[in-house]
């Protein structure tokens, strides 16, 4: 397998904190590598060194081949989304330019070159910038990027990196604002990809499925484990298990030797140099770190029984649309709901009228009269970003209320991880982790009863979400959940409540329980069999579009929609003709003798799979509106 991507030595600091220790990483095309390691460990930092965003203070990358990146905060090209759209695919269009300006130089060298890429990419992506688009859910080509939410310039930056077709793709937190079904999806994409990935998520699902190799960032340095997120988990706690008893041995023979040298005679004997010296090396030793955990816990005492949120004949509508039609909601102390539903269902507009920030447009919203109402919104809002940390804890005081005793700003920080040397920083300067874990001290110190969580898995590294699941699970309160992660959504939620096509909110006591479409499809004309166009006149194979365009009737279609409606059926056949061959050539085991055709081979072969099923649906489409 050859080598896409290698970093060798690579050492970074952010505010004289070397963040970056050395760090190996060589990633072979086909690999698809899983970054794990708590917040702050330097995971982003890696990524955005890798993609050449940012420069090492020491050491060196090499990227074999095309590299795609999604940050976490990606920067987008342009004024609307149509312009990073079409920069994301102008490569495309200038290998196509190449191909044809070589064809027209008699230039065989370089037309071949440019043809075996395409080959390769596909010759055709106007359909597939359509199809990711509408999948992902990215908003009008006409929308200002200005104007997007992070959500959506997210979702955006996605596209463009699976549009470059590239073969190094690296992802970072690629799964945040987007629904679970579309996180299914994108789990199939990945898995697909032939070239190499690094990988940058909490979805342990995704993890897990994705996954070849799992490479954690441990104090600086990048630790492999080979195999999938189940096999780390086991590998990494035999190693850690391993580790500590080294570290627990040398802390030991330091304290005796240190003992030793205290009370022994200055000597100058060789013997006795050579034991100073070997103390001195084990204190110079790098100590081990240790991993650091922190208690949650969110009780408030509330009895069970009592109802705390009731919704009747509720309508909620927004921008003219319909979210809620006489929504029915029931909850009481114990329950913890999850919320799901496609990205604009009205998710995060239902928690904003629970927690009395947006009101029902119809029906009878109840709430009882001693619910204590706390969020946690997708933006982390609550926090004054100038304030520092412990102004923030503290509400500008020395000391917090924490159940029935006081204690100090600093020891209740500590618990959440929070050390001295992050007392005076500013909220702006935290990273997402750090802010949501500060919004959990608060919302520890405000006692609610009634949690509303609004995506807060995003930007929380493992350890962390195993401690708000396992405080989530012993909650005597009613907790809300709006999530992707479906690992999470599975452990922590008694039950879930789906917004259905229709405006029908429905309760089902699990994810696994709910139907596969949340509303029955519109009408529409059955789909026919994979058109083939004739060779002669009349209806094609299977029933498929005739090859005139005289049988489109022009009354219902666009002009150009009645050309693409009767240039299709000769454009599936010549896709389908590209596929036969492609196929053929992956049987003959003429291909296999030195391998070296077979991932292009593959990847043209699926591009054009993809062609074909477009295609299809796109004639489908017309026909029934023709």
């Known amino acids: 397998m ?12 952010h505010g004289g904190r070397a963040v970056l220790r050395g760090v190996d990483l060589s990633v072979q095309d086909g690999e698809r590598i899983g970054l794990v ?3 702050g460990s330097g995971k982003s930092t ?29 920067e987008l090209p342009g004024e609307t989304v149509a312009d990073a759209l079409d920069e994301a695919i102008a490569w495309h269009a200038a290998l196509v330019r190449s191909f044809e300006e070589a064809l027209a130089q008699d230039d065989v060298a ?6 075996e890429r395409l080959d390769q990419v596909g010759w055709e992506v106007g359909y597939r910038v359509e199809a990711l688009c509408s999948r992902i859910g990215v908003p009008a080509r006409g929308a200002r990027i200005a104007d997007l939410s992070g959500g959506e310039r997210r979702r955006l930056a996605l596209v463009r990196a699976l549009l470059d077709s590239p073969d190094v793709l690296l ?9 679970a079904d579309t996180v299914e999806w994108l789990q199939d994409v990945l898995v697909a990809h032939r070239g190499a990935l690094v990988l940058v998520t909490h979805d342990r699902y995704l993890l897990e499925a994705v996954a070849t190799r799992i490479v954690e960032i441990e104090d600086g340095e990048a ?22 008893r080294a570290e627990d041995s040398r802390l030991a023979m330091i304290a005796r030797e240190a003992e030793w040298a205290s009370r022994s005679p200055a000597a100058q004997t060789v013997k006795q140099k050579a034991r100073l010296e070997r103390l001195a090396a084990l204190v110079s030793q790098r100590p081990l ?21 009731e919704l009747h004949g509720a309508r909620i509508v927004r921008g003219g649309r319909v979210l809620v039609r006489d929504g029915e909601l029931a909850l009481r102390a114990g329950d913890r709901v999850g919320i799901l539903g496609p990205n604009g269902a009205g998710k995060s507009t239902l928690l904003r009228v629970l927690s009395g920030l947006e009101t029902v447009d119809r029906g009878q919203f109840v709430r009882g009269s001693r619910v204590r109402a706390a969020m946690l919104d997708q933006a982390r809002s609550g926090l004054d970003p100038d304030a520092t940390v412990f102004e923030a804890a503290g509400g500008g005081n020395d000391q917090v209320r924490v159940g029935d005793r006081w204690i100090h700003v600093a020891s209740f920080l500590g618990r959440f991880l929070f050390g001295r040397e992050f007392h005076g920083r500013r909220v702006r300067e935290l990273s997402g982790g750090e802010r949501a874990r500060l919004l959990l001290a608060k919302i520890l110190l405000e006692g609610a ?13 493992l350890p962390t979400l195993q401690v708000l699941e396992e405080a989530l699970m012993a909650y005597d309160g009613v907790v809300l959940v709006v999530t992707h992660d479906r690992a999470f959504l599975d452990r922590v939620c008694n039950a879930v409540l789906v917004f259905h096509e229709d405006g029908r909110l429905v309760r089902y006591a699990s994810r696994t329980q709910v139907p596969t479409r949340t509303a029955p499809a519109a009408p529409s004309a059955p789909a026919p069999t994979r058109p083939r166009a004739p060779s002669g006149g009349g209806v094609a194979e299977g029933g498929g579009p005739p090859s005139a365009p005289a049988s489109v009737r022009p009354g219902k279609l666009a002009f150009r929609e009645q050309r693409e409606l009767a240039d299709l059926p000769a454009r599936i056949t010549a896709l389908e003709a590209q596929q036969a061959v492609l196929a053929a050539r992956l049987a003959d085991p003429a291909t296999y003798r030195d391998g070296t055709d077979v991932p292009s081979l593959a990847r043209e072969l699926a591009t054009c799979e993809a062609a074909i099923e477009h295609a299809t649906e796109r004639w489908a489409e017309l026909a029934s509106r023709a």
Do not use: C, W
């Open 223 to 244: 630790v492999s484990y080979p195999g999938s997120y189940a096999d780390y988990l086991l590998a990494r706690a035999e190693r850690r298990a391993a580790l500590e």
């Open 46 to 74: 890696l990524v955005r060194i890798l993609s050449g965003a940012l420069e090492p203070h020491h050491g060196e990358v090499q990227v074999k081949g095309r590299l795609a990146t999604l940050t976490q905060d990606p």
């Open 171 to 179: 992802l970072d937190e690629p799964t945040n604002h987007l629904d």
């Open 37 to 39: 390691g708590v917040n």
């Open 110 to 115: 370089r037309a071949g070159a440019a043809q």
């Open 449 to 461: 009863n009634l949690l509303m969580l609004d995506e807060p898995t995003n930007d929380l590294d």
């Open 2 to 13: 050859a080598e896409r991507l290698h970093a060798r030595g690579i050492e970074h600091a």
């Open 289 to 309: 770190m240790r991993e650091q955990r922190f208690d949650l816990d969110l009780r408030t005492g509330l009895k069970h029984g009592g109802t705390v949120l």
